[in-house]
């Protein structure tokens, strides 16, 4: 099994509409969760992270850890077309210390 | 633009030259990184430096050699590639490897995209 199972995707959804991407992780030891995003022929760019279990909201995004179920989600409202790119989750602690484990990233289209 | 820089940003080399990728960043970070991508797969660990010592090489082939010269250069010496070596090469920074995590999550540069024929 996969440290970490990120719903593969892809995505496409209208421009306007609320995105939800997820992730769930099998290491009870993780307590900084990431959200990568890379734009194509681009390297990931550090998007949100939280620390252990609750919402943190940035703009437009909202990451949400539930470290009771291991599920950790990225919300997007209002989705733009800028927002078209691979999501990765990349949750991290103790034991893989400078080891982001990372999802296999979840591409999303949003269409004008 | 990143603040890690990442030179040349494409390379193809046959199978018996020696090339080098170049990494750099001038953030002051402790720990330096490569990883590999491959097409619609997420960055594999390579090698992880911290204070310009090697503290992590996940078992990657001696074909490829890392070198961390200071603190804010970091290259990776090639040699002997296969073509399925062929991928996108990604170099990361962050303030520390570990304690503070918190604070430390990775920069990653645009990458090297490397085609071995």
């Known amino acids: 099994q996969k440290e970490v199972e990120q719903d593969p995707g892809p995505l496409s959804v209208p421009e306007g509409a609320i995105v939800s991407l997820n992730c769930t992780y099998s290491n009870s030891a993780f307590q900084y969760f990431m959200w990568y995003r890379q734009y194509s022929r681009k390297g990931p760019e550090l998007l949100m992270y939280?620390?252990?279990?609750g919402n943190k909201e940035d703009g437009r995004f909202t990451a949400q850890v539930d470290k009771s179920s291991k599920y950790i989600s990225l919300f997007i409202r209002d989705s733009q077309p800028s927002d078209s790119a691979t999501y990765l989750c990349a949750p991290e602690g103790p034991a893989n210390a400078g080891k982001s484990t990372f999802g296999d990233g979840t591409t999303l289209t949003v269409k004008p | 633009d990143t603040e890690v820089t990442q030179t040349p940003k494409h390379l193809v080399m046959g199978m018996t030259n020696k090339k080098s990728l170049k990494c750099e960043q001038h953030m002051g970070h402790r720990a330096m990184y490569w990883y590999k991508q491959k097409a619609k797969k997420p960055p594999e660990l390579m090698f992880v430096?911290?204070?310009?010592?090697?503290?992590i090489n996940e078992s990657v082939p001696s074909r490829f050699s890392p070198e961390c010269p200071n603190s804010s250069l970091l290259n990776l010496h090639l040699h002997a590639l296969q073509p399925e070596d062929s991928a996108l090469y990604l170099c990361?920074?962050?303030?520390?490897?570990?304690?503070?995590?918190?604070?430390?999550?990775?920069?990653f540069g645009n990458g090297t995209r490397l085609t071995v024929t």
């Open positions: 939280t620390y252990s279990s």
């Open positions: 430096y911290s204070y310009e010592k090697l503290s």
């Open positions: 990361a920074s962050s303030q520390e490897v570990f304690g503070g995590l918190s604070d430390s999550p990775l920069h």
